[in-house]
């Protein structure tokens, strides 16, 4: 249960202010508690209280006033995240002017496109060769507008403490100056444009408000409670909405201490040593989280093995029956805290041991996956929601939850299925529109209610379902409708699946790109005394086809025919984020990856049909 203090009530009432307001309030009552955490060689002894934060954050939005920075103008951040990027985004927020987040990993016709179409003024970059990208846009922005996170070599572009000593000798001359801009702020103001990202069409800047932002943290906080005793690994990228908004501002508005995993690839690690009681992730987290599981659990001896799956059948059933709220017998509770004890509390530490819970977004979270912690004491709490409502539509909550849904609605919006089954949404969480696209907004924001693209419905409890995105069903040359996103989810939830990708619209059945899991490959093949070829012939390999064949009809069982995968590809490497095949949030670019593919596919599609002619 949340903390409830006098001088800041849990429900948080600011529908007429603005997101500064809220930080200065918080950051006045929780003073010299340490708020943002960061690495320095290798340990977390870096950190800011809420005073420096706020003092930094008045120092920096002066100095962009010096610079010429005004009400409504845009202002760009292309940093990794860490601390630095919330000063500048509150500061840039103080002034009333619009933050643009661009990916650190975006590409130069990606930066191109934003800087031209928002007509940026200014820049905060995290490092030099962040610095590097924006050399042939230097023109475009104010003088000095270029603001260096870390000291650098380059004369012409400032280091953020130089930048702050500009907004302390601003302040001399302009005594009131930061209190009457957060003043001016008001709750319709635009507070940031958003270049979505999706896995089809050219990004679109999403007008995201105060207003926006604020109602959704708020009717957040009716569905999961949090408070200054929780603290939050940020490891997803702050471009994104769904960190903004879930792993800073909902955070930040409840006094939850922020600490930034040094990179991706630390972020293991960086769990063990902050121990946080919150994580916010993509399933594709979970899915790798998982996989390492299994891969331990099958090199291990037989009797570990047979404990390890003994624990899961007893923390599944116990699972199911917390699930459906009934009474847990003695000796299953018993069974319980034996497998918690010998099996569950070593996944449990491995996570830092303090967790509450994970929560997940972005993409459909197979429903195998989220059983499979559950009955590990491991909750993952799924949402739903996008960039265009601020994002969150939906969660699942602690105490009401269930799997393969997305929860209920948060509170103060409204939820309903078209006819077609598309979800339709609308109030207060809902963009103001696309930036200088007024097309598009009036394409997507019909009568009041914003349609979000994806299927779903309501069962009888009044839980969210999504079956898929209105866009990617597949539809065959037989004229089955198919939802590719229900059949890779199931694949998915094998481990020896790293990436699934399912095809067949305009064609005569189903087939798949699948990316396994490479160890689990080379072991296999080990076994089976073919270790001896490179990866890549491996995977052409009968054994090995065999064997990844027979994996993939166990996840096909209980679908119709027309469901089910005919033939597949295997492939050496992942989807990636850096070649364009992947969103920030790691769902795979659907039509990029069949148009970069499609000769394979065809070739497979002519070899399939071949070989059933033959049949025939």
């Given at each position: 249960m949340a903390l409830k203090h006098p001088e800041?009530?849990?429900?948080?009432?600011?529908?007429?202010?603005n997101l500064l307001q809220v930080f200065l309030d918080r950051a006045r009552f929780f003073g010299s508690k340490k708020a943002l955490y960061y690495k320095i060689r290798g340990e977390y002894s870096g950190s800011y209280s809420w005073q420096d934060w706020m003092r930094?954050?008045?120092?920096?939005?002066?100095?962009?006033?010096?610079?010429g920075i005004r009400?409504?103008?845009?202002?760009?951040?292309?940093s990794e995240n860490c601390p630095q990027w919330t000063f500048a985004d509150l500061a840039i927020l103080s002034l009333g002017a619009v933050t643009v987040p661009i990916y650190p990993n975006a590409s130069l016709e990606d930066i191109r496109h934003i800087i031209e179409h928002s007509d940026i003024k200014a820049f905060f970059v995290s490092t030099e060769e962040q610095c590097r990208k924006l050399e042939g846009f230097r023109s475009k922005f104010l003088p000095s507008g270029v603001i260096l996170f870390s000291s650098g070599s380059r004369e012409e572009v400032l280091s953020l403490d130089a930048f702050r000593e500009m907004g302390r000798l601003h302040e001399l001359a302009h005594a009131d100056l930061y209190e009457q801009s957060v003043k001016s702020v008001g709750p319709d103001d635009l507070a940031t444009l958003i270049y979505t990202s999706g896995t089809t069409g050219a990004p679109k800047g999403v007008m995201l408000t105060h207003r926006n932002l604020i109602a959704n943290y708020q009717g957040s906080f009716q569905r999961i409670q949090i408070d200054e005793r929780d603290s939050v690994l940020s490891f997803l990228p702050l471009s994104h909405i769904f960190e903004r908004l879930a792993g800073y501002y909902y955070q930040a508005a409840y006094g939850v201490s922020i600490a930034y995993a040094e990179s991706l690839a630390t972020v293991a690690e960086d769990i063990r040593k902050v121990r946080p009681t919150i994580i916010i992730a993509v399933p594709r987290f979970y899915e790798k989280t998982y996989a390492r599981i299994f891969e331990k659990v099958k090199s291990a001896p037989?009797?570990?093995?047979?404990?390890?799956?003994?624990?899961?059948?007893?923390?599944?059933?116990?699972?199911?029956?917390?699930?459906?709220?009934?009474?847990?017998?003695?000796?299953?509770?018993?069974?319980?805290?034996?497998?918690?004890?010998?099996?569950?509390?070593?996944?449990?530490?491995?996570?830092?041991?303090?967790?509450?819970?994970?929560?997940?977004?972005g993409a459909p979270l197979s429903k195998d996956l989220a059983r499979f912690f559950y009955a590990a004491d491991i909750l993952i709490l799924e949402g739903y929601g996008l960039t265009e409502t601020s994002p969150v539509i939906a969660v699942n909550t602690i105490d009401d939850l269930k799997f393969g849904s997305v929860g209920k609605p948060i509170e103060g919006i409204r939820v309903k299925i078209a006819e077609d089954g598309e979800i339709l949404t609308s109030g207060p969480c809902v963009m103001k529109g696309y930036y200088r696209n007024p097309h598009a907004t009036a394409d997507a924001i019909k009568d009041g209610w914003f349609h979000t693209?994806?299927?779903?419905?309501?069962?009888?409890?009044?839980?969210l379902h999504?079956?898929?995105r209105k866009k990617d069903i597949i539809v065959t040359s037989g004229g089955k409708n198919i939802s590719p996103q229900n059949i890779e989810g199931r694949i998915l939830a094998d481990s020896l699946f790293a990436q699934a990708l399912v095809v067949g619209d305009k064609r005569p059945y189903l087939c798949a790109l699948l990316v396994p899991n490479k160890q689990e490959v080379l072991q296999y093949a080990k076994q089976k005394g073919v270790a001896g070829l490179s990866y890549e012939r491996l995977l052409e390999h009968h054994e090995i086809y065999s064997w990844v064949q027979q994996r993939l009809e166990v996840r096909m069982e209980g679908l119709p025919g027309f469901e089910r995968i005919k033939a597949f590809i295997l492939l050496p490497q992942e989807f990636t984020l850096a070649a364009g095949e992947m969103t920030p949030t790691l769902k795979i670019k659907r039509r990029i990856v069949m148009k970069e593919y499609l000769k394979a596919i065809d070739e497979l599609y002519r070899k399939t049909d071949a070989a059933w002619t033959t049949r025939k």
């Amino acid at each position: 249960m949340a903390l409830k203090h006098p001088e800041f009530p849990s429900d948080c009432v600011e529908e007429n202010g603005n997101l500064l307001q809220v930080f200065l309030d918080r950051a006045r009552f929780f003073g010299s508690k340490k708020a943002l955490y960061y690495k320095i060689r290798g340990e977390y002894s870096g950190s800011y209280s809420w005073q420096d934060w706020m003092r930094i954050v008045r120092e920096t939005a002066l100095a962009l006033h010096s610079l010429g920075i005004r009400k409504g103008d845009c202002v760009g951040i292309l940093s990794e995240n860490c601390p630095q990027w919330t000063f500048a985004d509150l500061a840039i927020l103080s002034l009333g002017a619009v933050t643009v987040p661009i990916y650190p990993n975006a590409s130069l016709e990606d930066i191109r496109h934003i800087i031209e179409h928002s007509d940026i003024k200014a820049f905060f970059v995290s490092t030099e060769e962040q610095c590097r990208k924006l050399e042939g846009f230097r023109s475009k922005f104010l003088p000095s507008g270029v603001i260096l996170f870390s000291s650098g070599s380059r004369e012409e572009v400032l280091s953020l403490d130089a930048f702050r000593e500009m907004g302390r000798l601003h302040e001399l001359a302009h005594a009131d100056l930061y209190e009457q801009s957060v003043k001016s702020v008001g709750p319709d103001d635009l507070a940031t444009l958003i270049y979505t990202s999706g896995t089809t069409g050219a990004p679109k800047g999403v007008m995201l408000t105060h207003r926006n932002l604020i109602a959704n943290y708020q009717g957040s906080f009716q569905r999961i409670q949090i408070d200054e005793r929780d603290s939050v690994l940020s490891f997803l990228p702050l471009s994104h909405i769904f960190e903004r908004l879930a792993g800073y501002y909902y955070q930040a508005a409840y006094g939850v201490s922020i600490a930034y995993a040094e990179s991706l690839a630390t972020v293991a690690e960086d769990i063990r040593k902050v121990r946080p009681t919150i994580i916010i992730a993509v399933p594709r987290f979970y899915e790798k989280t998982y996989a390492r599981i299994f891969e331990k659990v099958k090199s291990a001896p037989v009797w570990k093995q047979r404990l390890f799956h003994w624990a899961v059948r007893i923390g599944t059933r116990t699972a199911q029956m917390k699930i459906r709220k009934q009474r847990v017998p003695l000796w299953l509770g018993f069974y319980n805290l034996i497998a918690k004890g010998l099996v569950f509390n070593k996944i449990q530490r491995a996570m830092g041991g303090r967790i509450r819970f994970f929560i997940s977004g972005g993409a459909p979270l197979s429903k195998d996956l989220a059983r499979f912690f559950y009955a590990a004491d491991i909750l993952i709490l799924e949402g739903y929601g996008l960039t265009e409502t601020s994002p969150v539509i939906a969660v699942n909550t602690i105490d009401d939850l269930k799997f393969g849904s997305v929860g209920k609605p948060i509170e103060g919006i409204r939820v309903k299925i078209a006819e077609d089954g598309e979800i339709l949404t609308s109030g207060p969480c809902v963009m103001k529109g696309y930036y200088r696209n007024p097309h598009a907004t009036a394409d997507a924001i019909k009568d009041g209610w914003f349609h979000t693209g994806d299927v779903g419905h309501f069962d009888d409890e009044g839980f969210l379902h999504i079956t898929d995105r209105k866009k990617d069903i597949i539809v065959t040359s037989g004229g089955k409708n198919i939802s590719p996103q229900n059949i890779e989810g199931r694949i998915l939830a094998d481990s020896l699946f790293a990436q699934a990708l399912v095809v067949g619209d305009k064609r005569p059945y189903l087939c798949a790109l699948l990316v396994p899991n490479k160890q689990e490959v080379l072991q296999y093949a080990k076994q089976k005394g073919v270790a001896g070829l490179s990866y890549e012939r491996l995977l052409e390999h009968h054994e090995i086809y065999s064997w990844v064949q027979q994996r993939l009809e166990v996840r096909m069982e209980g679908l119709p025919g027309f469901e089910r995968i005919k033939a597949f590809i295997l492939l050496p490497q992942e989807f990636t984020l850096a070649a364009g095949e992947m969103t920030p949030t790691l769902k795979i670019k659907r039509r990029i990856v069949m148009k970069e593919y499609l000769k394979a596919i065809d070739e497979l599609y002519r070899k399939t049909d071949a070989a059933w002619t033959t049949r025939k």
